[in-house]
């Protein structure tokens, strides 16, 4: 069942000379949703959606869009449109002209051009900066314009290269809020590339890990941050703890670690830092086999029994919180 | 960036004010520092365009020079006929010369910055333009003689190939082997600026413009055309005022048949006629500064420099 605007990546792969940028990816990108590929640098999500967007050559394998083929096709023939991380804004065009630059490729006249153009600047609440150029403009601004350059070809796929990391955190927040809301009301599917979980996690509908050119896990977001399938998911999306237990090694949340009385506990350690962080107490602590755990504790929890750095305690967690992690 | 910097320069300074007497006065620090420049500027720029606009008003016969004030010279230079045909021939030659080295220039240029992949081969590619400069403009035309003359290897190629029947006169000593000469000595002015400004181009305004439906030519007009420039109009500077202020080219590659507003000012000197030549030159350089005017009316060029 292929909707609009389902995306679908089969055996994808991409290689520079002798490496592998992307090996063999499969993914399918749910029509209308709202999908996040999140990794740390040079794992090969830049790459992919360069591929997708058709500004990078697919070495082998195909991307489908709605069921055809959109490998070869130049970029603006996909159904995709791609928002740049630096917005890549044309300096010399005023911001009207900015969003109206693929209508004048296409040969439409300058008043037909201009009115869509102001229909997407108020799509974006930019109308009343419609005659300056990109430099007067704040980077929270140049962001929305390059959203109404990129929606104005009416994309399928909308394609964000890293869109919220060149703005402060404040603004990074405000603008993700934004982009969802808009992702809701267009309807399409968002392709968004990040590096950050946090952003990750509030924005996606569905989230693929990437790591060395492979995907390590995708799925919807509560899914991946509380059973990561690997060691390297665990770690990346944070607030775990990766165990080695006699049986393999396991992933717990940190806030699922609880303190009991040395002896009583699954894991004895030796407390080595203590920090306090409003809501929660985070410590720390080192188990056999040089392990270092960290238990998120409920500020109310620590204080009726507060620790001692260098004291023992004994480390516990529900046993049905415990995942099983692949490597 | 300046205001920070201007108020950390302050603040750093502020301490000084009291003990050290030449600190105490900032204003003349500023003129301290600035006059090493002003001293070249107005020795070397500044004197002699004066002293030229001065003698321009002598008087002169032809065995003296006399310090005067009068018109003499100029009305006699817009009196004559020959003036306008050698400052039409002069800006023939410009405008002809522009054309052509433009378009050379921003080929080149264009090849470098966008086919050419790798630095390496940019640096490599680059170093090689600039290769004849590594002669002097004078061997560099003079080369062409031997090249282009009526027996020279381009007729008796043309001919052996049966492309002619009997040699081109117009290869040498014409207009043509001219504005050859002329391009040959200064396409590199036009490939350096564009290529310069062409480099700074994002490389994601292009993506950009692909993914906004721009084919190759719609790239090169919308986005790569309005974003050189400043590269143009600085290649153009440099080409029009070499070429206008030219005199041994004309010379050689006419083999003295034509003539511009560089050879009659030679030719004055040739003569002794100091004054003549002086209000030839004030009048050329007046030319010069209003060809550039209007081209910086178009562009503007001051956040390359």
Same mark, same amino acid.
């Given at each position: 069942?292929?909707?609009?605007?389902?995306?679908?990546?089969?055996?994808?792969?991409?290689?520079?000379?002798?490496?592998?940028?992307?090996?063999?990816?499969?993914?399918?990108?749910?029509?209308?949703?709202?999908?996040?590929?999140?990794?740390?640098?040079?794992?090969?999500?830049?790459?992919?959606?360069?591929?997708?967007?058709?500004?990078?050559?697919?070495?082998?394998?195909?991307?489908?869009?709605?069921?055809?083929?959109?490998?070869?096709?130049?970029?603006?023939?996909?159904?995709?449109?791609?928002?740049?991380?630096?917005?890549?804004? #044309?300096?010399?065009?005023?911001?009207?002209?900015?969003?109206?630059?693929?209508?004048?490729?296409?040969?439409?006249?300058?008043?037909?051009?201009?009115?869509?153009?102001?229909?997407?600047?108020?799509?974006?609440?930019?109308?009343?900066?419609?005659?300056?150029?990109?430099?007067?403009?704040?980077?929270?601004?140049?962001?929305?314009?390059?959203?109404?350059?990129?929606?104005?070809?009416?994309?399928?796929?909308?394609?964000?290269?890293?869109?919220?990391?060149?703005?402060?955190? #404040?603004?990074?927040?405000?603008?993700?809020?934004?982009?969802?809301?808009?992702?809701?009301?267009?309807?399409?599917?968002?392709?968004?590339?990040?590096?950050?979980?946090?952003?990750?996690?509030?924005?996606?509908?569905?989230?693929?890990?990437?790591?060395?050119?492979?995907?390590?896990?995708?799925?919807?977001?509560?899914?991946?941050?509380?059973?990561?399938?690997?060691?390297?998911?665990?770690?990346?999306?944070?607030?775990?703890?990766?165990?080695?237990?006699?049986?393999?090694?396991?992933?717990?949340?940190?806030?699922?670690?609880?303190?009991?009385?040395?002896?009583?506990?699954?894991?004895?350690?030796?407390?080595?830092?203590?920090?306090?962080?409003?809501?929660?107490?985070?410590?720390?602590?080192?188990?056999?086999?040089?392990?270092?755990?960290?238990?998120?504790?409920?500020?109310?929890?620590?204080?009726?029994?507060?620790?001692?750095?260098?004291?023992?305690?004994?480390?516990?967690?529900?046993?049905?919180?415990?995942?099983?992690?692949?490597? | 960036?300046?205001?920070?910097?201007?108020?950390?320069?302050?603040?750093?300074?502020?301490?000084?004010?009291?003990?050290?007497?030449?600190?105490?006065?900032?204003?003349?620090?500023?003129?301290?520092?600035?006059?090493?420049?002003?001293?070249?500027?107005?020795?070397?720029?500044?004197?002699?365009?004066?002293?030229?606009?001065?003698?321009?008003?002598?008087?002169?016969?032809?065995?003296?020079?006399?310090?005067?004030?009068?018109?003499?010279?100029?009305?006699?230079?817009?009196?004559?006929?020959?003036?306008?045909?050698?400052?039409?021939?002069?800006?023939?030659?410009?405008?002809?010369?522009?054309?052509?080295?433009?378009?050379?220039?921003?080929?080149?240029?264009?090849?470098?910055?966008?086919?050419?992949?790798?630095?390496?081969?940019?640096?490599?590619?680059?170093?090689?333009?600039?290769?004849?400069?590594?002669?002097?403009?004078?061997?560099?035309?003079?080369?062409?003689?031997?090249?282009?003359?009526?027996?020279?290897?381009?007729?008796?190629?043309?001919?052996?190939?049966?492309?002619?029947?009997?040699?081109?006169?117009?290869?040498?000593?014409?207009?043509?082997?001219?504005?050859?000469?002329?391009?040959?000595?200064?396409?590199?002015?036009?490939?350096?600026?564009?290529?310069?400004?062409?480099?700074?181009?994002?490389?994601?305004?292009?993506?950009?413009?692909?993914?906004?439906?721009?084919?190759?030519?719609?790239?090169?007009?919308?986005?790569?055309?309005?974003?050189?420039?400043?590269?143009?109009?600085?290649?153009?500077?440099?080409?029009?005022?070499?070429?206008?202020?030219?005199?041994?080219?004309?010379?050689?590659?006419?083999?003295?048949?034509?003539?511009?507003?560089?050879?009659?000012?030679?030719?004055?000197?040739?003569?002794?006629?100091?004054?003549?030549?002086?209000?030839?030159?004030?009048?050329?350089?007046?030319?010069?500064?209003?060809?550039?005017?209007?081209?910086?009316?178009?562009?503007?060029?001051?956040?390359?420099?």
């Amino acid at each position: 069942m292929a909707g609009p605007s389902t995306l679908e990546l089969i055996s994808l792969t991409k290689r520079y000379g002798t490496s592998l940028a992307v090996t063999s990816i499969n993914h399918k990108f749910r029509s209308g949703s709202y999908a996040c590929l999140l990794g740390p640098s040079g794992c090969g999500k830049s790459t992919t959606l360069r591929m997708i967007a058709g500004h990078e050559a697919v070495t082998s394998g195909s991307i489908l869009l709605a069921g055809s083929d959109i490998s070869h096709l130049p970029p603006a023939k996909r159904g995709t449109a791609m928002m740049f991380q630096n917005y890549a804004l #044309f300096p010399h065009l005023s911001v009207l002209d900015n969003v109206a630059f693929s209508l004048k490729m296409k040969g439409v006249d300058k008043p037909t051009r201009h009115r869509r153009a102001g229909e997407l600047l108020e799509l974006v609440d930019m109308s009343k900066f419609g005659a300056r150029l990109p430099a007067q403009l704040s980077g929270g601004q140049q962001q929305r314009i390059a959203l109404a350059r990129a929606l104005i070809t009416q994309p399928q796929v909308l394609l964000l290269d890293e869109p919220l990391s060149a703005l402060d955190p #404040f603004l990074r927040i405000r603008m993700r809020t934004e982009l969802k809301k808009l992702q809701r009301e267009l309807g399409i599917t968002f392709i968004h590339v990040t590096h950050g979980q946090d952003e990750a996690l509030a924005l996606a509908d569905e989230i693929v890990v990437m790591n060395n050119a492979v995907i390590e896990q995708a799925g919807p977001a509560r899914e991946v941050f509380n059973a990561p399938r690997t060691k390297f998911v665990a770690q990346f999306m944070g607030g775990h703890n990766v165990i080695d237990l006699a049986n393999g090694p396991v992933a717990v949340r940190s806030d699922e670690v609880s303190l009991t009385d040395v002896g009583t506990g699954v894991l004895p350690a030796v407390v080595t830092a203590i920090e306090y962080q409003g809501a929660h107490v985070a410590l720390m602590a080192r188990a056999h086999g040089a392990q270092d755990i960290t238990a998120m504790i409920p500020e109310a929890t620590f204080f009726s029994a507060p620790k001692e750095i260098g004291q023992p305690v004994g480390l516990t967690w529900p046993a049905d919180r415990q995942h099983a992690l692949a490597g | 960036m300046t205001i920070a910097g201007t108020k950390s320069g302050a603040g750093s300074v502020g301490p000084l004010r009291k003990s050290s007497g030449i600190k105490g006065r900032p204003g003349l620090v500023g003129w301290l520092m600035a006059s090493p420049l002003v001293l070249v500027l107005v020795l070397f720029l500044v004197m002699p365009i004066i002293m030229i606009g001065t003698v321009s008003f002598w008087r002169a016969t032809e065995f003296s020079i006399i310090p005067a004030f009068d018109f003499e010279n100029y009305s006699f230079l817009f009196g004559s006929p020959v003036t306008y045909s050698v400052f039409l021939n002069t800006l023939k030659y410009a405008l002809i010369t522009w054309a052509v080295t433009l378009t050379l220039g921003y080929t080149v240029a264009y090849f470098l910055a966008f086919h050419v992949r790798s630095l390496t081969w940019q640096i490599v590619l680059f170093l090689l333009c600039t290769i004849p400069f590594w002669t002097s403009n004078i061997i560099r035309m003079i080369s062409w003689i031997p090249f282009l003359g009526r027996n020279g290897i381009a007729n008796s190629a043309l001919l052996s190939w049966g492309v002619i029947d009997e040699p081109l006169d117009w290869l040498l000593f014409s207009d043509f082997s001219v504005i050859l000469a002329f391009v040959h000595l200064y396409t590199l002015f036009m490939v350096v600026p564009i290529f310069n400004t062409m480099m700074r181009i994002d490389k994601s305004l292009i993506e950009a413009a692909r993914d906004g439906g721009a084919n190759g030519l719609q790239i090169l007009w919308n986005v790569i055309i309005p974003l050189t420039k400043p590269g143009i109009m600085i290649g153009t500077i440099f080409v029009v005022t070499l070429v206008m202020g030219d005199f041994v080219t004309v010379r050689i590659m006419s083999g003295s048949q034509s003539a511009n507003v560089g050879r009659l000012i030679s030719n004055d000197i040739a003569l002794l006629q100091y004054p003549s030549a002086a209000a030839t030159a004030v009048v050329l350089l007046c030319s010069v500064l209003i060809v550039i005017g209007i081209f910086l009316r178009f562009v503007d060029i001051r956040k390359e420099l």
